[in-house]
């Protein structure tokens, strides 16, 4: 079971309410300037309830009492910026996470996929890789694997790396395979990793058609065209425009005809690009581009 997002944060004392509202609003736009022209990620345009209790917990968790510090430091200690931007991207995922999104891609979107002599899958904002593993088993037992070639990535260099190692704690195991029976699984799950002390290594197998790379969607560019492009559980952080920058990228990123599947927590509907697409699956939020 995924954690709530919130236990992905490290446990902080609650910050004071701030006693200027105008002053600390000032503070968070001037660190965000800070961090991104001194580092280059932009995180103007992320949701700012979470962004803004996200920020005092760095501060306290590094001792300091007030976000001009904070920016203080981030500009001098690339590592105290290393350390704010696991705290903002909150990795949190799982293995067939959300398992009735698995059945629905293996129903509505498997079909459409073998269509193609051969499949581009961009799985965005793929964390640690679970999603990615997952999504790799799915093609493999639909027949597709070896004839597609999945983009992974991600603003953090940090969970790639956790994801390109492909060992995840053994002790999820149990929970990974109730997910994997409920998403439509057709092995054993056993079948994919072999297990080691705490550690379950995923088969190499798995990583033959994956290519895994640095890329931000608040700032970089559309990188090739795809069949498909995953992105779930991500836009959920950033702002209306921000949400609105990124479906452009994944609209012209996609063939036409090409799927879009953001899982339930995600929506097209409010944006400019909703009439571009039909729905293959309202619960889990598959659209396909047909304008
Ligand atoms: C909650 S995880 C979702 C992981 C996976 N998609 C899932 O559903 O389990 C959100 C991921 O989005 C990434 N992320 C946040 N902002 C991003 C950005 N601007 N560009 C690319 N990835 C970003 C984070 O680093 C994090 O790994």
Redesign the pocket.
Known sequence: MALPLEESVPHAPEPSAAEDPELEQLEIELLLEAVYRRYGFDFRQYAQASLKRRLWRRAYAEGLTTLTELQARLLHDPRCMERLLLDL??????MF?DPSFYVAFREKVVPALHTYPFTRIW?????TG??VYSLAIVLDEEGLYDRTRIYA????EN?LATARAGVFPLAKMQQYTQNYIRGGGKRDFSHYYVAAYDAAQFSRSLLDNIVFAQ????MDRAFNEFNAIL????MI?FDKALQNRVHGLFYESLEMFGVLAL?HKESLSFSPFATKYETLDEPERIYRKTA
């Open positions: 991207s909150i990795n949190v995922t799982a996470r799985c965005a904002g793929c964390s679970e999603e990535t991600d603003i953090n969970v890329h931000n969607l608040a992105c779930r559980n991500v952080y899982g």
